[in-house]
């Protein structure tokens, strides 16, 4: 959908896992994400929060997203990442134990912290297009491995 979020995620909540996803975008720079600990509110647009995304662009950039109960969002972190394959396939993963947050792409380390404000939620894969539908998203696998009961 042009300029609409797309997504699809888990329905179970989770606080310790690890959530994996291939993906890419060969056309376009619109950001690519992973999405961990959301909460149930959609706006308008198909925007997906309270939680987290994580992504990068076709620039190079990574980022991490916190979207509040508000739908409004604060950078955690955003830079260029030599890690990036622009406009080819990378691998995302998030792990999470309790708080703490590790952010893969490709498998080098990109950031990590701590947050006890979201304990528990959903995780999934959103994707955002920029005015036209050429900008086509893939998803090549996703994978979720929970270390504990779901609640």
Known sequence: LPDKWSSIYHTNRYTDFT???????????APNYITIRMG?????????????YFG???WGNAFIREVDATGSAT????????????KGWNTLQVK?????????????????????TFPRGFVGIASYKLGT????????????VVNETIQ
Do not use: C
């Open 40 to 52: 149930e509110t959609v706006n308008g647009s198909g925007f997906w929060y309270p939680g987290y």
């Open 19 to 29: 959530y994996s996803v291939r993906m890419k975008r060969t056309i376009g720079y």
């Open 96 to 116: 999470a134990i309790g708080w703490k947050f590790w952010f893969y792409i490709n498998g080098t380390l990109i950031h990590f912290f701590t947050d006890t």
């Open 56 to 58: 990068y662009d076709n």
């Open 133 to 144: 539908t050429s900008q086509i998203f893939y998803v090549d696998w996703a994978k979720l």
């Open 75 to 86: 950078s955690k972190y955003y830079a260029m990442s030599s890690a990036v394959v622009k």
